[in-house]
């Protein structure tokens, strides 16, 4: 319909001169192929390598998994992740597998544009590939050298060198206190119960932590605990490792998307935890935990992105396939006009994401707005993939409903958008409103 | 309650047809409200978050029983005055109170709700026929191919005929359980057609996994030449899709109402930034647009006075346009009060998330009604 119009400027540019023809674009790329060459050489590779392993590796296991998440062994997956570079992408050389130049411009680019890659495939499983991420983010972040070199340094050398994975998770998030410890406001006045109360040597962790992704497969997790008989400002980041007593998994939540992750309870029954397994500072617990989410909010925009790119793709497919009344869907203007409608939004959420991810350190705000724009747009283009697939768009066969599962959750986690309004808002507060109060 | 409800049905059938009044209304809503807290209740539990199915004949035989489910059968509890029984075809009382049922079933169980409204389609084109059937298992396929029905599918039918005479119409979908019955309308070269199977032997129906409203999707194939087919008339083609779409956006306010209610109880448990969070402006806000969202579809859903059914159908597109996708933001609103504890399973709202979803897009989504709606107004 489109190919063979002679008025397309592509077909017409022959009446141009020289000059004139150069400049027309007449190149047959996808638009991926166009945003992926803004990205900085090796970050572009990245991207490709992402859009690779996800179509080897995560396409064939998604629809299988969604269904039955409970028999899934996600040890093989992890492990080829590792091998292919990954799980350690969050940090450069020698920490790990990110290409360095391109991270000391950004440091969340990289894990942002594989996630896309892998949510476009498969919310769950790329939240079980990445959720690994947030646990490491608290030891990275730290800024502690002696913890680099005695947990970092390892565990990159273990991955690449040897293609064992050591799979970490981050734990936050308790029955009585979930959206509370994700805003500095509320936190305040947060209900958290994990304790860890000093004995020689080190501390003993008490409470339950909940919805933990990955927390039932992770082998070390970063687990943010107040001092007893302290407040929230009190807290801090213990490294809690598989194995150690009185430390157990409780149930697994059933969830309504990314089911192939797990979301666990952690039990911690007087788990003592060395003092050299604290993360960072004693009682630094808390700017830290902010500061992971700062880094960790772009990465969800990122899979908010992946989720509907992936449904916006197969509802393209669907009508290419599909014909009404003896004509083929994506001849009928009406679903040119919703798809390129989806394709809008696409564009805006990746554009917003890139522009989040284009300072070397995480912004508060631009993570936040990042992370509410990218999650509301993901579900509305879900939603619209699944409205011009009609009844099929309800059927699980196709993959879109799912994208929309997976998708609303990137509206609750790393803080609801409710949560987050609040974080962009307390950055310009303390910003643009208190210069203007300054001057007046 | 059994008995109760045998003597109310009777009087009402003595007094003649037509008769309902608002009280009768209402009793019907206690009805379906009492039966959903004795029996459907158990349909759904932590380990069948979308139904128990075993237990789903129990429980519609008592809904039969008591008249809140049609059978195409004159000797039947619910003939005249269930889920679009005989009574919707005259008065528009009848298709309120079907409605209100509808409603009341959907806040307990939406897929449970479906299937009645399912069903009572099913049986109204079977009275409207004078075909007698005393089974509450259907399957139900509205329309061919694959898309959602289009202005010209419904309202000039022959411009989309498909053979009959094929031995195989693939890709037919439609919605029942454990059929017993199947009814299929598609429009032919001289209008609309039915084909009525009294036993599923002659078609093949092949359960689809959906998004919600899980365990009543099929896409079925004719396993032997279809001979016989019963012709329909347009006005009873429109009276269906009509009642079809008015049901969907019952349903949908159903949910919608029990979602409001469930966020506003946990509203007043959950303790999050130093008090419980109905105190919360954030929370407010969600249940304050959900609450104006909700009488607004209400509003929407139960104004229409036509009995013409050109008309009704005319507003049961806009209905199912606008009540679903109020609907299905109260639904997301709710969810987000919820937090994380909304997308998991053990509160049930998740399944309710699914299940709008799901009756915004099947049956025509916003997408199809739209362009509905605009070709019925360009032909006026």
Same mark, same amino acid.
């Given at each position: 319909m489109f190919t063979d119009n002679y008025l397309s400027l592509r077909n017409s540019?022959?009446?141009?001169?020289f000059l004139g023809k150069l400049l027309?674009?007449?190149?047959?790329?996808s638009l991926w192929e166009y945003d992926t060459k803004l990205l900085p050489h090796k970050v572009q590779k990245w991207r490709r390598k992402a859009k690779a392993f996800s179509q080897l590796y995560i396409r064939p296991l998604s629809r299988t998994v969604d269904i039955?998440?409970? $028999?899934?062994?996600p040890n093989p997956l992890i492990q080829e992740a590792t091998r292919w570079g990954f799980? $350690?992408?969050?940090?450069?050389?020698p920490l790990g597998s990110a290409a360095l130049f391109p991270y000391l411009r950004s440091t969340t680019l990289q894990v942002a544009v594989i996630a896309e890659e892998f949510a476009s495939e498969c919310g769950g499983l790329a939240l079980l590939l990445l959720a690994h991420h947030l646990g490491v983010a608290p030891l990275l972040l730290s800024g502690h050298i002696p913890t680099w070199f005695k947990f970092l340094i390892p565990m990159y050398i273990k991955g690449a060198w040897f293609g064992k994975p050591t799979t970490m998770a981050f734990a936050i998030t308790e029955p009585d206190a979930g959206s509370d410890v994700e805003d500095s406001i509320g936190a305040k006045d947060a209900h958290t119960q994990v304790t860890a109360t000093p004995v020689k040597g080190g501390y003993i962790l008490n409470g339950t932590k909940v919805f933990i992704s990955d927390g039932g497969i992770a082998d070390r997790i970063t687990v943010f605990a107040k001092i007893k008989?302290?407040?929230? +400002?009190?807290w801090t980041c213990f490294l809690v490792e598989k194995g150690m007593k009185g430390f157990s998994v409780g149930r697994r939540e059933k969830k309504?998307?990314?089911?192939?992750s797990d979301a666990s309870e952690l039990i911690f029954d007087n788990v003592f935890v060395p003092?050299?397994?604290?993360?960072?500072? @004693?009682?630094?617990?808390w700017p830290l935990n902010q500061n992971v989410l700062n880094y960790s909010r772009p990465v969800v925009a990122a899979m908010a992105l992946g989720h509907a790119r992936g449904a916006f793709e197969r509802a393209l497919q669907f009508c290419n396939l599909h014909t009404y009344m003896g004509k083929k @869907?994506? +001849?009928y203007n009406e679903i040119q006009y919703e798809l390129a409608d989806m394709l809008i939004k696409l564009m805006s959420i990746r554009m917003t994401i890139w522009r989040s991810c284009a300072h070397f350190r995480a912004v508060q705000s631009l993570s936040s707005i990042a992370k509410v724009y990218a999650s509301d747009m993901a579900v509305e283009v879900c939603k619209q993939a699944m409205e011009i697939m009609g +009844?099929?768009?309800?059927?699980?066969?196709?993959?879109v409903e799912k994208a929309l599962r997976d998708a609303r959750l990137t509206q609750i986690y790393e803080g609801t958008n409710q949560i987050n309004r609040y974080a962009i808002i307390e950055h310009q507060y303390t910003t643009d409103v208190a210069i203007n109060n300054v001057i007046s | 309650m059994v008995l109760f409800v045998s003597v109310f049905l009777n009087i009402k059938r003595e007094e003649g047809?037509?008769?309902?009044t608002n009280s009768d209304i209402f009793q019907f809503e206690l009805l379906t409200g009492d039966f959903c807290k004795k029996?459907?209740?158990? /349909? %759904?539990?932590e380990h069948h978050p979308? !139904?128990? /199915?075993?237990?789903l004949p129990s429980i519609i035989y008592e809904a039969c029983s008591i008249g809140i489910i049609t059978k &195409?059968?004159? #000797? &039947?509890?619910?003939?005249?005055?269930? %889920?679009?029984?005989?009574?919707t075809l005259t008065s528009t009382d009848a298709i309120i109170n079907s409605l209100t049922m509808l409603s009341v079933l959907a806040s307990t169980c939406a897929s449970f709700a479906f299937l009645a409204h399912i069903q009572g389609l099913a049986a109204n084109i079977l009275i409207q026929r004078d075909i007698e059937n005393n089974t509450a298992y259907p399957f139900l396929s509205l329309?061919?191919?694959?898309?959602p029905p289009h202005y010209q599918t419904v309202v000039h039918p022959s411009s989309h005929a498909i053979k009959l005479d094929n031995p195989f119409i693939a890709q037919l979908h439609g919605y029942g359980y454990n059929p017993c019955y199947a009814i299929v309308c598609v429009p032919d070269t001289s209008g609309w057609s039915m084909l009525y199977f009294?036993?599923?032997?002659?078609i093949l129906l092949q359960s689809i996994k959906t998004? !919600?409203?899980?365990?009543l999707y099929y896409k079925a194939r004719f #396993?032997?030449? %279809?001979?016989a087919t019963i012709p329909v008339s347009n006005h009873t083609i429109e009276l269906l899709f009509a009642f079809f779409w008015l049901g969907i956006a019952a349903i949908s306010i159903g949910i919608a109402q029990s979602a409001y209610l469930k966020a506003i109880n946990y509203a007043h448990q959950r303790y999050q930034r130093g008090s419980? %969070?109905? #105190?919360i402006e954030s929370v407010q806000m969600l249940l304050g647009a959900s609450k104006a969202k909700i009488e607004t579809a209400k509003n929407a859903l139960f104004s229409f006075t036509a009995s013409d059914s050109y008309l009704l159908l005319k507003h049961a597109a806009h209905s199912k346009l606008i009540v679903t996708t109020l609907c299905s933001q109260v639904v997301t609103d709710c969810l987000q009060v919820f !937090? !994380?504890?909304?997308?998991?399973?053990? /509160?049930?709202i998740e399944k309710k998330f699914r299940d709008i979803n799901t009756l915004a897009t099947i049956g025509g989504s916003p997408f199809f009604m739209k362009q509905f709606i605009a070709q019925m107004e360009m032909e006026e």
């Open positions: 540019k022959e009446s141009l001169a027309v674009d007449s190149k047959y790329q039955d998440p409970y $028999t899934f062994d799980q $350690t992408i969050i940090m450069p050389f008989g302290q407040g929230i +400002d009190s309504m998307g990314q089911r192939a003092k050299r397994n604290i993360v960072g500072k @004693l009682k630094g617990g @869907l994506i +001849d +009844d099929e768009g309800v059927a699980h066969e196709w993959g | 047809m037509d008769s309902l029996s459907l209740s158990q /349909f %759904i539990d979308d !139904g128990n /199915f075993s237990i &195409a059968h004159h #000797n &039947a509890s619910g003939y005249d005055y269930g %889920i679009w029984g005989k009574q329309y061919n191919e694959l898309l009294d036993s599923v032997q002659t998004h !919600g409203l899980r365990g #396993n032997s030449d %279809i001979t419980v %969070i109905k #105190n !937090g !994380g504890y909304g997308y998991m399973e053990d /509160f049930g």
